[in-house]
């Protein structure tokens, strides 16, 4: 069982930043490919990144960047000139096995029947932009 953490979560003015982390404990995540998503009270789930096990990565929006640092078992998504509409709870989660094809990860961030694969989930952490 993979147990994913997120932390980084906080209040922030708009055109701030917010670095987020998912870590996990007890597994390594080097073989995982994992996806940040977030939800808004009201809102429909969205997709934000996706990371490769080998670092091939995507977001949804140029604001967002997506890492990971298996020396700290870690994934990372970087989030800069936040805007309010960006307040939501964000989640990682990884996927059962890693994915033959980068379309996988890309896809699932985009609405895609993907994201229905992602196993594993983090209770996430909050993020909120105002003023």
């Known amino acids: 069982q993979v147990q994913l953490v997120e932390s980084g979560g906080d209040l922030v003015q708009p055109g701030g930043s917010l670095k987020l982390s998912c870590t996990a404990s007890?597994?390594?995540?080097?073989?995982?490919?994992i996806a940040w998503f977030r939800q808004a009270p009201g809102k429909e789930r969205e997709g934000v990144a996706c990371?490769?096990?080998?670092g091939q990565a995507d977001s949804v929006d140029g604001r967002f960047t997506v890492s990971r640092d298996n020396a700290k078992n870690t994934v990372t998504l970087q989030m800069n000139n936040l805007r309010p509409e960006d307040t939501a709870r964000y989640r990682c989660?990884?996927?059962?096995?890693?994915?033959?094809?980068?379309?996988?990860?890309?896809?699932?961030?985009?609405?895609?029947?993907?994201?229905?694969?992602?196993?594993?989930w983090g209770e996430g952490t909050q993020v909120t932009v105002s003023s």
């Open positions: 989660a990884a996927y059962p096995r890693p994915p033959d094809t980068s379309y996988v990860c890309f896809d699932s961030i985009r609405g895609g029947m993907h994201q229905y694969m992602l196993r594993y």
């Open positions: 007890g597994v390594s995540l080097d073989s995982f490919a």
């Open positions: 990371i490769m096990p080998y």
